[in-house]
């Protein structure tokens, strides 16, 4: 198939003037709103109406009891966990060990707490209906505020467009989607090495790839001359593939002055990082720490994509929670933006799960069960960190006559 019939009237329409434009304007500025969906738009328009009276006329399904729905969603998320506790009274307590898929059998401690309907988003849960095609709005806003910041700007203006997503591989697939609808003249950068399904999620995109220099085996750290050089080179307006924290699979970061380096020269060659975010709060133990290379970005004033998984920090492997969110110039355009990622995942997978979205937001947007997660996350991060040290030791100790720095220098988990 040639690359014309790929893209379609996108290419026809925004390819002559792609350069030109980007140059003068925003990367969305053309976007414009995808017409409502026939079927879930009804939903959605339900679900946005303040009336009392209101009656929903698309697809809903048949609700149980609010008896049988708590006996429901506790079969289901205790579905893969060692062991859960149930008080019942004028709420549901449900105490769930996480097993991380760690030698050492790490558990976090997860407790969910369901005060009749305070809890469940709009009675989705209890009448087990489908999510919006955009997914969780509170798992949305908790994840714009775990990635921009508590009192971030561009969470106040709404200039973030974002959608949940089958977690990072499906926030990355949907932004490849997004990029080859939009920017089909674009390629992506990905680093040398990277995880692995990077490649495949681009490649079935039908986007051209490049790589860029990353890592330097020799000393087995990052190649920063070579990394710098390729942003350089790369034509103006490229996308980059950056991993926000715990690269992987070699477990080598920038420092902090360095992400202030790459951005600038990002800046200078208007290239668009998208940032692919598997490991917050699981690399140093601390989701601010693990954040900064994103903030950086922000400080600079770039637009940024971001990729967001809740696999590991949360143990939540099996549930498919993440977030894509593409940050955008002013509302009007973000509202844009996310009409045309929600309008992919309509034949992708038309809604996004549940059950993990409502573990996500419970969790953060309860001070008590955030910190309790916090102090669980910097435990998995520290074991990891304790083990690295240990064994670089016992090495040592064993009398071996290489370096084994880097083993203590790389980032968790790798």
Not at 113 to 126: A, T
Not at 203 to 218: I, N, S, V, W
Not at 245 to 274: L, M, Y
Not at 386 to 400: H, I, Q, T, V, Y
């Amino acid at each position: 198939m040639s690359r014309g019939a790929v893209t379609g009237q996108h290419h026809r329409r925004w390819g002559p003037a792609l350069a030109a434009r980007r140059a003068m304007a925003s990367w969305f500025g053309h976007v414009e709103p995808a017409p409502k969906d026939p079927i879930l738009g009804v939903t959605e328009a339900f679900l946005a109406d303040p009336s009392p009276d209101k009656v929903n006329v698309g697809v809903v399904r048949l609700s149980l009891s609010l008896h049988l729905a708590y006996h429901a969603v506790s079969s289901l998320l205790i579905a893969g966990f060692l062991s859960c506790a149930f008080s019942f009274g004028s709420f549901v307590v449900v105490v769930l060990m996480l097993v991380c898929a760690y030698p050492s059998f790490i558990y976090v401690y997860i407790r969910i707490r369901m005060r009749s309907s305070h809890h469940l988003e709009d009675g989705i849960l209890q009448n087990r209906e489908y999510l919006p095609m955009g997914g969780s709005v509170k798992m949305i806003d908790e994840s714009l505020k775990l990635a921009y910041g508590e009192d971030s700007d561009f969470i106040k203006d709404k200039r973030t467009a974002a959608v949940q997503a089958l977690s990072g591989t499906g926030a990355c697939r949907l932004f490849a989607d997004f990029q080859k609808r939009f920017l089909p003249d674009t390629q992506i950068y990905i680093p040398t090495p990277t995880w692995a399904n990077h490649h495949n999620i681009w490649r079935d995109a039908h986007l051209p790839q490049r790589t860029f220099t990353y890592y330097h085996p020799e000393s087995r750290g990052l190649d920063f001359s070579g990394l710098m050089d390729d942003i350089k080179n790369a034509p103006d307006g490229s996308f980059f593939l950056l991993h926000a924290c715990a690269h992987n699979p070699t477990g080598v970061d920038p420092s902090e002055e360095q992400w202030r380096e790459i951005s600038h020269q990002f800046k200078v060659k208007k290239h668009f990082p998208f940032f692919d975010m598997a490991y917050q709060g699981f690399a140093s133990g601390d989701p601010e720490r693990d954040v900064k290379a994103i903030r950086i970005f922000l400080e600079d004033g770039h637009q940024v994509g971001c990729a967001q998984s809740y696999a590991k920090n949360m143990g939540l492997y099996g549930q498919r929670a993440g977030c894509l969110s593409v940050l955008c110039d002013d509302e009007m355009q973000a509202v844009a933006v996310k009409s045309q990622l929600q309008q992919l995942a309509r034949p992708m997978y038309s809604n996004p799960p549940l059950h993990g979205a409502l573990i996500v937001s419970t969790i953060l947007s309860d001070p008590e069960l955030k910190t309790l997660w916090l102090k669980e996350v910097k435990g998995m991060a520290d074991r990891i960190i304790g083990m690295r040290k240990a064994l670089k030791e016992n090495l040592e100790e064993l009398g071996s006559p290489l370096s084994w720095e880097h083993i203590t220098n790389q980032v968790n988990p790798q």
